[in-house]
């Protein structure tokens, strides 16, 4: 469903950090070696490319700050003004008791809990399956594995309908609780931790008349911590963000996460109204930029290190 | 790839119960000891216990959903009484999507081919980013920040990104009117015309999406050898000839995995072109697949929409067995 959560497995930085040794320097020295100038020129090309990355941002920030009559027919703003950020309040207080702030703490719920529950219930079960020898283990891994290959868009209409009987659907509980019985991604992902885990540290655990769960919680837990780290910032990042989820579980308006109240601002924006949506697109996105400015690394070590393995 | 796992830790089990010696030894020489049985029934009562959550959510939340839907495709079901108590039709939703007269056979395969249109993204993401790690794979300053910006438009919510985008390429938005100030006598209808569209969705995704196949490329770069391309140098071959003849090839696994991925990932499109259109488009022209599935969902048509699902899940089995298929060829040619 969400690119950053297909794609995860354990993070090797160096993957990252290490750059092709550099060539052997020439005998003689021009001024510029011919290094030195495919460098300033693919410096050049890829700087340009950056500002056609960031320009879609940039261009929401300085719309956000201009009067309505400006938006589409200035880039830099004639008249500066910050009434989109107050009036953004009132368009979403009028679509949703409460607003943004219901919108924030929406999100929130919908998705702090889950993150931390589904990264706990996942860690367990990955443990029992790369350390524990049970009957029927390797069927069940199976079975999870190929629920994988299920394309959400087939079971989401039973799903709907399954949370509806259930009552889910009338709050932000469909989205919350079904992801507590943990995601078979992580499941994966962490399996690989704990194989690299040597058995002679668990045995000598139990040997000291650890239990089981004593010695997951104590000594495994741990060990595996940065790949937890890890896990619950992309589920962060993807529950947040997620779209097709909510519109299909929450029916109630006063329950909607951001980007569902972000939508339906923008879906039902007049012209005067444009800067205020924008403004709101860009306080959602908030929570994502510290995440993702705080972590960036952790995340994109993740994503290089599935290419690693494949 | 994943049996193979199994098995491996099942041998590593045995092999490091070896290394400890006293209890588990005693279970794998002598398993109908007492003691031992004892153990192994601790353990899977354990094991069973720390799985139950997933199994318990795989039944309810999958298992379930899955046979109703299946069953929901010869139902009239309107997904809010029960299925069970809903009307057998047999095969008429099949019909009216397959027969060339049927009621949605237009509107489905216009959605499908929608979908495969916006898949057109997927290659010129697969080159873009090539070149793209290509360029930042070298020895220079800045890089680290370039493979950052070039990710951040995929990490960001697509309702944001999509409304932004919306108001920029909207007909009387920000690119049209700088057209227009520019001499360009009407704008272009980038978001409602068939063309606009199927360029407009493509571009956004390429935008979102190179930032990724770039930084899985980075990581299959790291496998060249430099000593491979010094050998190169040394035998006259130019950079463009080591770039196709060396570095291409060493990327051929990542390329596949990017492609099927993409493409798996591409079929079950739905967000950036229904919020970026706000729906479904000019005559249906930016329906996708899934959307047609959210529509008929939302308009109470539970077994037309099931129906829908199932043919785009099986055009997405067919991608899967092809990739497992290669999967084990590639691993049997190792």
Known sequence: ?310 | MQTVDIEETTAQAAASMGDTGIAPVKRESNPNHSLSHALQKKETLIGWLYISPMVIGLLVFTAIPFIMSLMAMFYNWDGIHGLIDSEVVGFKWFESIFRSDGMYAGQYWQAIGNTLIFAIQLPICLILGFFLAVAMNRDMKGVQAFRVIYYIPGVMSVVAIAIVWRNIFKEDGALNMMLISMGAKEGVKWLTSDFGVAFTVNLLLVWKGVGYSTLMYIAGLQSVSPDQIEAAKIDGANSWTILMKITLPALYPTIFYLFVTGLIGSLQMFNEPYILLGGYGTGNNGMTAVSFVYRYKDAGNYGLASVGAWVLAFMIFIVTAVQMYADKKRSEAE
């Not at chain 1, 056609?52 to 003004?81: D, N, R």
């Not at chain 1, 993150?115 to 996942?122: A, E, M, N, P």
């Not at chain 1, 690299?196 to 008349?209: Q, V």
């Not at chain 1, 939508?263 to 993702?292: H, K, M, Q, R």
């Open chain 1, 1 to 310: 469903m969400n690119d950053i959560m297909e794609n995860t497995a354990p993070v090797p930085e160096e993957a990252l950090t290490s750059e092709t040794p550099a060539p052997a320097a020439p005998a003689k020295k021009p001024v510029l070696s011919s290094k030195q100038i495919v460098n300033i020129i693919v410096t050049v090309v890829l700087c340009l490319g950056s500002v056609i990355m960031l320009f879609p941002f940039i261009w929401m920030v300085l719309a956000t700050l201009k009067p309505h009559t400006e938006v589409y027919s200035t880039f830099f703003p004639h008249t500066w003004t910050v009434d989109a950020y107050k009036d953004m309040w009132e368009s979403a207080d009028y679509l949703m008791k409460g607003g943004m702030i219901r919108g924030f703490g929406n999100s929130f719920l919908t998705t702090v809990p889950v993150v931390i529950v589904q990264i706990i219930v996942s860690a367990f079960a990955a443990y029992a399956f790369a350390k524990l020898r049970f009957v029927g283990k390797n069927v069940i891994f199976l079975v999870l594995l190929a629920t994988m290959m299920i394309p959400f868009a087939v079971i989401m209409l039973p799903q709907a309908w399954l949370y509806g009987q259930m009552h889910l659907t009338q709050g932000p509980l469909a989205v919350i609780i079904p992801k507590f019985f943990g995601s078979i991604g992580t499941v994966f992902f962490l399996r690989q931790f704990f194989y690299s885990i040597p058995d002679s540290i668990t045995e000598a655990a139990r040997l000291d008349g650890a239990g089981y769960t004593k010695t997951f919680i104590s000594i495994l837990f741990p060990l595996v911590m940065p790949a937890v780290a890890t896990q619950a910032i992309l589920s962060f990042i993807g529950n947040w963000n997620d779209f097709l989820g909510p519109l299909l579980f929450i029916d109630d308006k006063n329950w909607y996460t951001l980007p569902l109240l972000v939508n339906s601002l923008g879906g039902d924006a007049g012209t005067t109204e444009i800067p205020s949506v924008l403004a709101a697109s860009l306080v959602s996105l908030i929570p994502i930029i510290i995440v993702f400015a705080a972590f960036q690394k952790k995340i994109i070590g993740s994503i290089v290190f599935s290419a690693v393995k494949g």
